[in-house]
Every structure is written in C-alpha cells, then in structure tokens.
C-alpha cells in the first residue's frame, strides 16, 4: 500500500510557455522582477518566489495596465507557484482572472487562452474536480485544431494531457489511447519536441506500471533513458524522472537491488545539482518505500525523516508530498506493529489531506483507509468501523457525484476501488456480530449492499431509459452512434483490422453521449434514493422474505484467497436489523460443493448434500422469523459468487425428501431493492392488449447463410475451428442443445418448440412473428424493436478458462487476448450460416453477419419495452461471475438492452425436454399471465415425467 512517486509530464508545452509568452523587453522593473522570480521558481524555492510574484504583478498592472498580456503572464505564474505550493483556492483564482481578462480583451480562441484554459484543467484534475476539467480539455480541443491542426505538436500535448487526465480518473484503457495518439501525431509533425516525444513514452511507461505490466514499462522505460541522453544531459529532470520510474518498475518486479542502485545514482546526482528539488525528496521517499518493504525499517525511517524536514522546510507542512509522506511513515509503524506511532501519523496525514482536497477526495479516502486498516489491526472494531462508516458515505457521495460523465470502463475501474471499502466493511460486520454493534453493523452491511450490487448496471439503465423517456432525437442520435460504433470495434477485431482508430471512435462516441446526457442533466442523481434494508422490510407480506447473498474475501492485514459468504435476511416480522448468517466456507461452496452439485446434475444421480452445504442454515434462520401460524413460503432471492450458478430450485432437502422447489417459491432478483416495486412491475399480464408482440426464433440453418449462398469450405486449410471437447462441459449427446468442435447440429426439438408456442399465440390473437431456418439470422435479431416477448431457441456457448495468448489460433474470430479481457465475447447464441463460420472464418461475408451473435452484440438490442426475453439454449445463464455485479454473458447483455425478465439456462438442456418445457410454459402463462408461477408450473408438471433435475431445473428466471 506503498505510494510511490511516478513522474509524469502532464502539460509538456503548456507551462514554459507561460514563463515565455508575450514578455516585452523593456527597460522596467517588472521585468526584472519577474526574471528573478522565475528563477527563484525554477529552484523549487516556490514560498520565495510568491512574493516576488506579487510584486511583479503589481509592476505589471503599474506599467502595462491590467488587461496588458505582461499582466496576464504574470497572473498565470502565481497561479502556478501556488498550484506547486497545493494552495489550490489560491491558484484557482489566479487562474481565473487571468481566464476573464484573456477572454474579454484577446477572445477564447487564442493561443494565451488555450494555455490558461489547460494550466487551468490541470489544478481541476489535481483536485478530483474531474467534471470541469473534462469540460476544459473539450473546450481547448477544436481551438487548438483550428490555431495549430491535427498534425501539430500543440495538438499532440493535448492528447498527452488526456491521457493523464484519464489515467487519473482511472480509465486506464483510455489513458494507454490517448498516449499512443499523441506519439503518433507528433511522427506526423514536421518539427517535433524530440523530448515531448520521449516524455510521453516515459507516461506510457508510467501507466503500464499501474496495470502491472512491468515488462512493457521497462522497455518503455529503457528506450527513454537511451534515447533523452541524445538531447539532454544525465542531470536534467526528464531524464532523472526516466531512471526514477524505472526504479520503480523494478522495485514493482522485487528486483529490489536493481532499483536501490537506480535510486542511489539519481540521489547522488540531485545531491550536486538540485539538492532541495521536489524530485530529490520524492526519490528520497521511494527509496524509503523501498527499504519498507524489504523490512529495513530503520533506514527507511531515517530517509523518510529527512525528506519529511526539507519538504517542510521549503515548501511548507501544508503540501501534499508531506501528506505523503506522513502516509508512509504511519505504514511503516503499522508494518513494525507500533500501532501509537501509526495513528499519530495517519492522523496527520488525514488532517493534511482533508484541508488540501476536502473529505471527499480520493486522496482523503485512502488516508482514511489505511487509519481504519491500522485501527482493525489493533482489533479497535468499533473504531474502524466508525471510519468505514464515513469512508464509505464519502465513496457513495463520490460514486454519484463522478459516474456523471464518466464511461462505463471508467465506472468500471472506479468501482472495482471502492468496492474494497464495501468488502472491508462486511469482516468488520460479522465480527460485531455477537457485540452491542451488531445492529448498525448489520443495517448498514445490507444498506452497502443494495447500493452496490448490480450497481454498474443498474446507472447504465437509468440513464437508457432515461434518454428514451425525453424523446430528445439529438441525444438519442449521440446513444445510437455510440452503439454503431461498437459494432464497427467488433467486426474490426473480428477481420483482424487495426483497431486504435476505432476505439478511439467508440470512446469519443461514448463521451459525446455522456457529455450531452450531462448537460441535459439524465445523469444527474441517477442513484436517486437507494432504499434501505427497512423499506424492503416495509413491503414484505406476512409469509415473504427478502435475502441478499453477499461474497467477501476475509481480511487479515490484507485480503486471503479465504472466501466467506452472507446470507442477509428480512422478512415481515424483523424489527430492529437484517438477521446475518455467515457461510464461513465459501473456497468448499466455490469448488467441492460446486463439483459435488454440478456433477449430480450432469450425472443425473440424487445429490443429498448440497442442502446442507447452500441452503440449511439459511432455511433455520428463516424459521425463526415467521409466526407461528403462517410459514414463509415465498423468496426474494439476490445471489452473489457461486449462487449465480445454481439453481436453488433444484436442491434436494433429504430430511423432507422434497426439493426446494416443493417448499419455497424463489423470486430471483439481481438486487432485493427490486422488491419494492416487483408485485407492480410484474403484474398479471391482460392478453388481450392489442399491444403485444411477440417474436419467435429458432431451428436455424446452421449450414447455410441467409442468403442461402452455398460456400465451399478448405477443410484442410481451415485452421479457425472453436472449441476443443473439454472446453466447454463435458461430451453430449446430440439430443442436447449443444455443440462441440465445428460440426454443429441441427435441433428439430427448436422447430417443434416455436411452432406450438406459435400456434398458442395465435389463439390469444397475439402479433407474433416467427423466423426459422435462413430467417433466423442475425440481421432480423438485430433488427427487431422492443416486442413483448422475445423467444430464441438455438445452441448456445459459455467459453471459459480462455487464457491470453496461449495460442495463435483464434476462437470465434477473435484473438485469444481479446477473448479473455472481454467476457460478453466469450458467450452467446448459434444462428444460421454459424456452421460456415465456425469452419472457415477466412470466408469473406462483405461485411454481412456470421450467424455467431455474442454477448457483446445482446447488448445493443433495442429491447427497453420487452417485458420477457427466453434464452432457449444451453448454458445461457452462464459467463463470468464478478462481486456485486452478477455474471458477464447473455444475462447481462440482455438486460443492458433493455429486457426487464430473463428466462435462461444453467447447463447443456435436453432438446425434447425443453420443447416440452416451453411448451407447458406458455400454456399456463397466456391462461393466467403469470410468467413466474407459469415457469414453476411447468418444472413441476414436466417432473411427473423427468423425475432428474438434468431435464426440469436448467432455467431460472431472472425478474425484476
């Protein structure tokens, strides 16, 4: 938890311009002055130089008048000085009015105001006020295009710029864009900054350290060292800057000799030339972090020490670097186990951090987390939970003030921080559990909880339905350009094309739509009122209950590969808080239990332990909060880890000899929150609204394409072929609606299955449209709108275990790198012409479909009004399971498109079985317009005939 000094070069061109620009030559004492100061500035004696600053200004104003470019310069030079003193509110206002007067006397598209704009965007990033920056670099963007073009190395420094404004609000993915996009715009410029070239190199370097990839950066790293040399000398600071960051790459690899030689040179080479340098003490510290985690704790000490009384000394006790450093030293404490020291230095550095950036910055949050850590490690539970508290308020606070604007990668990434806290949090839970804190600790567990599970998914909806509900055709336009140009990133990938441009068009495409939903203020308080465990409580009948599954690592000064997981339980009778039950062995429920059930139901043989392992505690907790005369009987289920994998339905209860389904009717829902509005939201559906539609598709042509070319297939040449037979689930029959190798079967049970379902639509009178064979293609999937109901009966794929170039054959089309770092690539449905490309992914289809539709493309179907989507195909309910946001595959492709219900497949299903199923299903359904209780029907009724789960239990519906 170390914080190293990176060094990066963010405003390349834009600060030694200020200290250039529009500077008169006159015989006058402002010019004097200024010199001086900017000398003084250049030392690092940045407290010194203010006042000299000052006086210049006034000189200026004296001399030139108030709106002369002297004056202006001038301005832009306290403001920067104190932007290096971390006076923040100072240099904003310097800033400021230096924007005004260039605007009101020169006009916004000049160069002077571009330079002050971006100095100006740097103090908003360096102060987490990422809104207003994002909105300056915009701005600046089409000026710089019009003063310098694309192809000038103005324009490369903004590029540069972006991408250490996305590397800081972690959008890493677009950090590495933007960087690559100014390298390669300055190849294009005629005279380029040779070192801005590096230096950019040496930010790439700096980003591939923060996504672990040190061997990148050290090349990186080696390539700026060798080649600054060529232009400057071994002490200048860009080249110092290289040998610190390749310190640090080393150090990330523990080649800790390695880097305490590189730190040890540039010390010795700051202590002849910048002694008191800001870059001399931040190597000081590294080197010090260094020897921390080598458990030299006594020279790390002595270094930390030093560099702690010389940065107070020049720039003052009110600076980040001390904030710093006070965070390093209390860690230091924390490792040796001196648990005063470290919390009279954390306490330091949060009362630092807090005056600098506010309690809501992320620097503040972290401080506060590592106090919390230092307090828990000391089993102060109740103190560490008092800081989780506010640390978590503050991280929510932050959650709904910064997913504004940003992308969903950079949601994402943010998230997956924060997140953390959340988990954090639930060990301290269960430990207080049996303590005058449980209570607040268990409300305030459940509360975290239905804020954060599904809540990726959740914002992405919001914001969708949102736009549609405006009807505003300019920002729909801006969504649906957005869309195409995913699609244009997929067949991109898929051809093998060069892709950089076209991620850079989806991103931009992207930030449009968010700009514009910003300012039309969709985005703003998407989360609105999150409800709480109690509100849930307050909707619950007398005989439901509600039940939040929540997986956590435990912690232990860190967090262990040790897996518990939380059963958090409401129901009509709880009073004061949520009831917790702890499955404190989660690695057995993860990988023996799971092996254990999955391979009953494989195997078709009775399973009489998965009861006991996923359901029995849970069901004697739910004993004891029902009245005596009226037994819970119905669930609302919210799983999490494993329970995404399992259909609980399905469990056998060897004491009842019943199965689960036979006891409790199971809702399952991504979130309990969900249960508010469910009885509303799923209310019996009136068939004889003319509104409804319903669309059909299935038995496809696997063999042919829609236009029903025949293709003449290299069966030697073809090297293209998809899965092994272990790479998927184990060998099927061709009786299941699954496919292994190239050969893909045809599934006559599909055509059965949509032709009755067809037949029974009809009698209710309901529009419906079918496609079958060549029909059920993908442009006619992609082409349909909202209907009621959307049934699809295919194969079906869930890839795992695909590990990044492992192999130069491509799987779907795809490299195997981009298969493993996208998981809605790796799932999907079989549709006609499939077969072909599977075979032969070499044969040119001139940019028409290939009948594998991903995940990926699920996404960008337009179903915002479908109130049910069946997957009838295998394993459709399967993909990447990740904490608190559900499973990456078909079921969150679908409902990213729109899809309030989603009934889909555990494991390989039985083709005549499922016609049967489905059949049965939408019997019930259309006479009762129930589509829950028409599933739990049919299952029931379809067991009197297959008494295996194997051929009743594969779907679960997803509802909400």
């Not at 040496?202 to 790293?221: H, M, P, S, V, W």
């Not at 700051?270 to 921390?292: G, I, P, R």
């Not at 489905?918 to 739990?936: E, I, N, P, Q, V």
């Given at each position: 938890m170390s914080k190293i000094r990176l060094f990066f070069y963010s405003c390349l061109l834009w600060i030694c311009i200020l200290f250039t620009n529009s500077v008169v030559k006159a015989q006058n004492n402002w010019d004097a002055i200024s010199q001086e100061a900017i000398v003084v500035f250049n030392k690092g004696q940045y407290a010194k130089a203010i006042p000299l600053f000052e006086k210049a200004l006034e000189m200026a104003e004296k001399e030139f008048g108030n709106k002369h470019s002297n004056y202006v310069t001038t301005l832009n030079n306290l403001g920067l000085n104190?932007?290096?003193?971390?006076?923040?509110?100072?240099?904003?206002?310097?800033?400021?009015?230096?924007?005004?007067?260039?605007?009101?006397?020169?006009?916004?598209?000049?160069?002077?105001?571009?330079?002050?704009?971006?100095?100006?965007?740097?103090?908003?990033?360096?102060?987490?006020?990422?809104?207003?920056?994002?909105?300056?670099?915009?701005?600046?963007?089409?000026?710089?295009?019009?003063?310098?073009?694309?192809?000038?190395?103005?324009?490369?420094?903004?590029?540069?710029?972006?991408?250490?404004?996305?590397?800081?609000?972690?959008?890493?993915?677009?950090?590495?864009?933007?960087?690559?996009?100014?390298?390669?715009?300055?190849?294009?410029?005629?005279?380029?900054?040779?070192?801005?070239?590096?230096?950019?190199?040496?930010?790439?370097?700096?980003?591939?350290?923060?996504?672990?990839?040190?061997?990148?950066?050290?090349?990186?790293?080696?390539?700026?060292?060798?080649?600054?040399?060529?232009?400057?000398?071994?002490?200048?600071?860009?080249?110092?800057?290289?040998?610190?960051?390749?310190?640090?790459?080393?150090?990330?690899?523990?080649?800790?000799?390695?880097?305490?030689?590189?730190?040890?040179?540039?010390?010795?080479?700051?202590?002849?030339?910048?002694?008191?340098?800001?870059?001399?003490?931040?190597?000081?510290?590294?080197?010090?972090?260094?020897?921390?985690?080598?458990?030299?704790?006594?020279?790390?000490?002595?270094?930390?020490?030093?560099?702690?009384?010389n940065i107070i000394q020049v720039l003052g006790e009110n600076h980040e670097n001390v904030a710093i450093i006070y965070s390093n030293i209390g860690r230091l404490y924390l490792a040796e186990r001196n648990y005063t020291q470290a919390d009279l230095y954390l306490n330091k550095s949060l009362y630092l951090n807090a005056n600098l950036f506010g309690k809501s910055h992320p620097s503040y949050q972290k401080a506060l987390a590592l106090a919390a850590f230092n307090q828990y490690a000391q089993g102060n539970l109740e103190i560490t939970k008092t800081y989780l508290d506010t640390l978590i308020d503050k991280s929510r606070k932050l959650v709904e003030n910064l997913f504004e604007q940003m992308s969903e990668k950079e949601k994402e990434i943010y998230y997956a921080e924060v997140q953390t806290y959340f988990e954090f949090y639930n060990n301290i839970a269960w430990q207080l559990k049996d303590t005058p804190y449980q209570i607040t600790s268990a409300k305030n567990m459940y509360d975290n909880t239905l804020f954060s599970k599904g809540l990726l998914i959740n914002n992405y909806n919001s914001i969708k339905s949102n736009i549609i509900a405006t009807k505003d055709s300019v920002l729909i336009n801006a969504f649906n350009d957005w869309t195409n140009a995913r699609e244009d990133w997929l067949k991109a990938i898929q051809t093998n094309t060069n892709n950089s441009k076209i991620e850079e068009k989806v991103y931009l495409a992207e930030k449009k739509f968010y700009f514009l939903a910003g300012d039309n203020n969709i985005t703003k308080k998407l989360t609105q009122k999150i409800p709480s465990w109690k509100d849930i409580q307050q909707q619950l009948k007398e005989d439901e209950a509600a039940i939040e599954m929540i997986r956590f690592r435990k912690y232990a000064s860190d967090f262990t590969d040790t897996i518990f997981y939380a059963a958090m339980i409401v129901s009509a009778k709880t009073t004061e808080a949520p009831l917790l039950i702890l499955l404190n062995n989660g690695n057995e429920l993860?990988?023996?239990?799971?092996?254990?059930?999955?391979?009953?139901?494989?195997?078709?043989?009775?399973?009489?332990?998965?009861?006991?392992?996923?359901?029995?505690?849970?069901?004697?907790?739910?004993?004891?909060?029902?009245?005596?005369?009226?037994?819970?009987?119905?669930?609302?289920?919210?799983?999490?880890?494993?329970?995404?994998?399992?259909?609980?339905?399905?469990?056998?209860?060897?004491?009842?000899?019943?199965?689960?389904?036979?006891?409790?009717?199971?809702?399952?829902?991504?979130?309990?929150?969900?249960a508010i509005d469910f009885r509303e939201n799923n209310a019996k559906i009136d068939f004889k609204n003319k509104e409804i539609k319903a669309i059909l598709m299935g038995f496809p042509d696997y063999k042919n394409y829609p236009n029903k070319d025949t293709v003449s297939i290299n069966w030697e040449n073809s090297q293209n072929t998809i899965f092994n037979t272990n790479e998927l689930l184990n060998d099927t029959t061709n009786t299941d609606r699954f496919f292994v190798g190239g050969e893909v079967v045809s599934l006559i049970g599909t055509q059965t299955e949509t032709n009755n379902i067809y037949n029974l639509l009809q009698k209710k009178k309901i529009q419906v449209e079918m496609f079958q064979t060549t029909n059920a293609n993908e442009e006619n999937l992609k082409n349909i709108a909202s209907p009621f109901v959307l049934h699809i009966a295919t194969h079906g794929f869930f890839m795992r275990n695909i590990?990044?170039?492992?192999?130069?054959?491509?799987?779907?089309?795809?490299?195997?790198?981009?298969?493993?770092?996208?998981?809605?690539?790796?799932?999907?449905?079989?549709?006609?012409?499939?077969?072909?490309?599977?075979?032969?992914?070499?044969?040119?289809?001139?940019?028409?479909?290939?009948?594998?539709?991903?995940?990926?493309?699920?996404?960008?179907?337009?179903?915002?009004?479908?109130?049910?989507?069946?997957?009838?195909?295998?394993?459709?309910?399967?993909?990447?399971?990740?904490?608190?946001?559900?499973?990456?595959?078909?079921?969150?492709?679908?409902?990213?498109?729109?899809?309030?219900?989603?009934?889909?497949?555990?494991?390989?299903?039985?083709?005549?079985?499922?016609?049967?199923?489905?059949?049965?299903?939408?019997?019930?359904?259309?006479?009762?317009?129930?589509?829950?209780?028409?599933?739990?029907?049919?299952?029931?009724?379809?067991?009197?005939?297959?008494?295996e789960p194997y051929y009743w239990a594969a779907f679960m519906m997803i509802e909400k």
């Open positions: 104190h932007y290096y003193l971390n006076q923040y509110d100072k240099a904003e206002r310097y800033y400021l009015k230096a924007n005004q007067i260039i605007a009101e006397s020169l006009g916004k598209n000049t160069s002077s105001y571009v330079y002050n704009a971006i100095n100006l965007a740097l103090l908003y990033k360096k102060t987490g006020n990422y809104p207003k920056a994002w909105q300056l670099y915009q701005e600046t963007e089409p000026i710089i295009i019009a003063l310098y073009g694309k192809t000038s190395q103005n324009y490369a420094t903004w590029e540069n710029n972006l991408g250490n404004f996305f590397q800081a609000i972690g959008d890493l993915s677009n950090a590495e864009v933007y960087f690559r996009l100014s390298l390669g715009t300055m190849r294009e410029v005629k005279n380029p900054s040779p070192t801005a070239y590096i230096s950019t190199k040496n930010n790439l370097g700096a980003l591939y350290i923060e996504t672990r990839n040190y061997e990148k950066a050290i090349e990186e790293f080696l390539f700026c060292k060798e080649n600054y040399l060529k232009f400057i000398d071994n002490t200048h600071p860009y080249y110092l800057s290289t040998c610190n960051n390749l310190a640090v790459a080393y150090e990330s690899q523990k080649k800790y000799a390695e880097a305490e030689l590189i730190y040890q040179e540039i010390i010795a080479i700051y202590e002849k030339t910048q002694k008191h340098s800001l870059d001399h003490f931040n190597t000081l510290n590294n080197l010090a972090n260094l020897y921390t985690d080598q458990n030299k704790y006594k020279e790390a000490r002595q270094l930390y020490q030093y560099s702690l009384e993860e990988n023996k239990y799971f092996n254990i059930y999955s391979n009953s139901i494989k195997n078709k043989t009775l399973d009489k332990i998965s009861y006991q392992a996923y359901w029995e505690k849970i069901n004697e907790a739910l004993l004891t909060l029902q009245d005596e005369n009226q037994a819970i009987k119905t669930i609302y289920f919210a799983p999490d880890g494993v329970f995404h994998k399992i259909n609980l339905n399905a469990i056998y209860n060897p004491k009842t000899e019943k199965y689960i389904i036979d006891e409790l009717d199971i809702h399952a829902l991504n979130n309990t929150a969900d590990q990044k170039n492992t192999s130069a054959i491509q799987a779907l089309g795809f490299d195997t790198e981009i298969l493993a770092q996208n998981p809605l690539l790796r799932s999907g449905l079989l549709l006609a012409g499939a077969e072909i490309s599977l075979k032969n992914k070499n044969q040119s289809r001139d940019n028409l479909e290939d009948g594998i539709f991903t995940s990926y493309e699920a996404a960008n179907l337009q179903l915002d009004k479908t109130y049910l989507v069946v997957l009838s195909a295998c394993e459709t309910g399967l993909g990447e399971v990740r904490n608190g946001e559900g499973v990456y595959g078909l079921q969150r492709a679908f409902q990213m498109a729109g899809a309030r219900n989603i009934l889909m497949s555990y494991w390989t299903v039985n083709d005549k079985a499922t016609q049967e199923l489905m059949t049965l299903f939408y019997s019930h359904w259309l006479k009762y317009g129930d589509a829950h209780t028409a599933l739990r029907y049919a299952q029931i009724t379809l067991r009197q005939q297959y008494k």
